[in-house]
């Protein structure tokens, strides 16, 4: 990746010509804090431009809508590899564990921590939860609620299911993206988990904040 044009696209407030680069960027696993730096040295020649006359108001208003659109892509596209990376975690569960029963709490909390996860679940053959990191889920029945039954399609041959990021069914305002992986025939059963959005955003807004905090307009003053 080309950071200096990164720069440059920034400053000259190409907006097409920022959000490829961008969108590059994220399908190739660059550096995404490089990229915010290059685009905060952009801003910083934006205010340059604004301080001789070049750039106006207006522009410095637009180059803040670039400049968040091209943070939007790579919400998106991280959003994307936390999805890809839960479903390659759950596959391993299934694979290393075989089935359900073989899950204790005491490997959910080990499993947690070496996966970095917010939810682990663990559903036998009647759809119910048997080993959750969450005590208070044990004995859940996933059929009992709509959003959770669908993961039951786990139990009838489909081998993995995802949703985006929703409420969770027992905290209304714990947002998480969740995930199914069935357990390998001739065990019948599945992992879910769950990664909170709050995580992903917080994450996001800090590479943002950061980006933003050295965004000056000519030698006095600031724009975020």
């Given at each position: 990746m080309d950071f200096e044009a990164v720069k440059n696209a920034?400053?000259?407030?190409?907006?097409?010509?920022?959000l490829g680069f961008m969108n590059e960027l994220m399908e190739n696993g660059g550096d995404a804090q490089k990229a915010v730096a290059a685009m905060q040295e952009g801003m910083q020649e934006v205010g340059a431009r604004f301080e001789s006359g070049e750039y106006f108001v207006a522009d410095l208003i637009y180059a803040g809508e670039i400049m968040t659109e091209?943070?939007?892509?790579?919400?998106?596209?991280?959003?994307?590899?936390?999805?890809?990376?839960?479903?390659?975690?759950?596959?391993?569960?299934?694979?290393?564990?075989?089935s359900p029963e073989k899950i204790t709490n005491d490997r959910i909390r080990d499993l947690c921590k070496s996966f970095d996860l917010d939810e682990l679940n663990v559903i036998d053959e009647h759809g119910v939860i048997i080993a959750a990191n969450d005590p208070a889920l044990e004995g859940f029945d996933m059929g009992s609620k709509p959003v959770s039954a669908q993961f039951n399609r786990l139990l009838e041959g489909d081998l993995a299911y995802g949703q985006p990021f929703r409420a969770s069914v027992e905290d209304p305002n714990l947002r998480c993206k969740y995930i199914g992986v069935a357990f390998p025939l001739p065990a019948k059963g599945y992992v879910q988990l769950g990664f909170s959005e709050a995580r992903l955003k917080d994450e996001m807004d800090y590479w943002f904040a950061e980006a933003a905090s050295d965004w000056q307009i000519g030698k006095t003053g600031f724009y975020v």
């Open positions: 920034m400053a000259d407030l190409e907006e097409d010509e920022l091209a943070m939007e892509v790579m919400y998106n596209k991280i959003e994307a590899c936390v999805n890809q990376q839960l479903f390659h975690q759950a596959h391993t569960i299934c694979r290393i564990y075989g």
